[in-house]
């Protein structure tokens, strides 16, 4: 690695260890807190390098803490394969908490699963500043409470960006295929614009010729130090995350820890995006000193992938409430 390369990669390992995108996390509860009245399940099928782990962490500590002697709090990813066996063990009480990907929502909450459709939102600002008590929040979470599920807090679980080789212009994708994260709602997207979605493991170190990728934030800190002759789309959307808890289960906790629940869990999420946020721009900005290129997506391919992604989405939510789909679409203008 050459001395210029150096001391942003040192930056990035410095956060690393900070403990924004964890190598490994320690999830044992000691013996004082098992001792505790009180003991609340947390699930989630995420990666350790994915940032929300991290934060998941950090509010189990940070709640026994606060409620020392009285709360243990267990972390559970052990037989949590995916985001819907996670979002099913919170539902059937198997869990008090969860974090699951707000794409796998699609089911349960399709307005909600708007929000992180591929080239749906013109302006990705305007994503994260829809979940915001003062816009249509309230009503985006009280369609999960129909479903018994408590919302607490989202997180940014990273920029989506098309990769490959090269990137090819939207309106030349007819039949191509893309290896991306799974969800129905981002499946249709793909498809208007041609694409095939393929779930499957992504696999940057190896693209390839027509390669065609959907990479978030923490794929691209693991290729970063090795600098591939990759190139990236600017963000078409983000994979956001939202943690939540069954409402009974809820119901039967004592009001305080109720309360401190719902105000640490807050608390996190604010960490966390502020995290995301300058990790996103550590990564890219390592890549770039590497060599990979930033493609930037000309206005008028963006809009037309805007109008036929919106489409399709409105044709696919026939049965959503719809004052509050026109809401959110009105916003992804």
């Known amino acids: 690695m050459s001395g210029t390369h150096q001391p942003l990669h040192a930056g990035l ?35 350790t390098r994915h940032s929300s782990l991290a934060a998941m962490e950090r509010l189990r500590r940070t709640l026994e803490d606060v409620l020392r002697g009285r709360l243990a709090v267990t972390i ?50 305007k994503v994260l500043s829809l979940l915001d008590r003062t816009t249509v929040g309230p009503l985006l979470n009280d369609q999960l ?13 990273g920029a989506l960006r098309l990769a490959g080789a090269t990137i090819p212009s939207l309106g030349q994708l007819q039949s191509r295929q893309i290896t991306a ?13 041609g694409l095939k979605l393929q779930a499957g493991t992504l ?21 970063a130090a090795q600098g591939p002759q990759l190139a990236l789309a600017e963000p078409h959307a983000h ?43 550590v990564v890219l900005a390592m890549l770039q000193q590497r060599g990979v290129t930033i493609t930037a997506i000309p206005d008028a391919e963006r809009k ?11 044709r696919a939510l026939q049965n959503a409430d719809r004052h509050i789909l026109d809401t959110v679409l009105a916003y992804a203008d």
Not at 20 to 47: E, F, K, Q, W
Not at 215 to 222: E, I
Not at 252 to 280: C, F, N
Request: one cysteine or more; a negative charge; proline letters at 5%.
């Open 76 to 125: 559970d990813r052990e037989g949590v394969p995916d985001d819907r066996t996670a979002l099913d063990q919170v539902r059937k009480g198997q869990a008090l908490m969860g974090w699951v990907r707000v794409a796998e929502l699609t089911d349960l909450a399709p307005e909600l699963a708007t929000l992180t459709v591929p080239f749906l939102f013109m302006d990705q600002a």
């Open 181 to 193: 994260r799974p969800g129905s709602l981002r499946q249709v997207a793909f498809e208007a614009l």
């Open 304 to 314: 037309d992938a805007h109008a036929r992604v919106k489409d399709a989405v409105v």
């Open 239 to 281: 994979d956001l995350v939202v943690v939540l808890a069954n409402r009974d289960m809820l119901g039967d906790q004592p009001l305080d820890i109720r309360e401190t629940i719902r105000t640490k869990t807050s608390e996190v999420s604010a960490w966390q995006l502020g995290g995301a946020d300058q990790t996103d721009a």
């Open 145 to 157: 409470r129909k479903h018994g599920l408590e919302p607490f807090a989202y997180f940014d679980g």
């Open 203 to 223: 696999q940057p170190q190896r693209v390839t010729g027509d390669d065609l990728m959907e990479l978030r934030t923490d794929d691209l800190v693991g290729i």
């Open 13 to 47: 390992r410095r956060r690393v260890a900070l403990g924004l995108l964890p190598g490994c996390l320690g999830l044992a509860v000691g013996r004082a807190a098992m001792a505790a009245p009180y003991n609340i399940r947390m699930v989630g099928s995420v990666d």
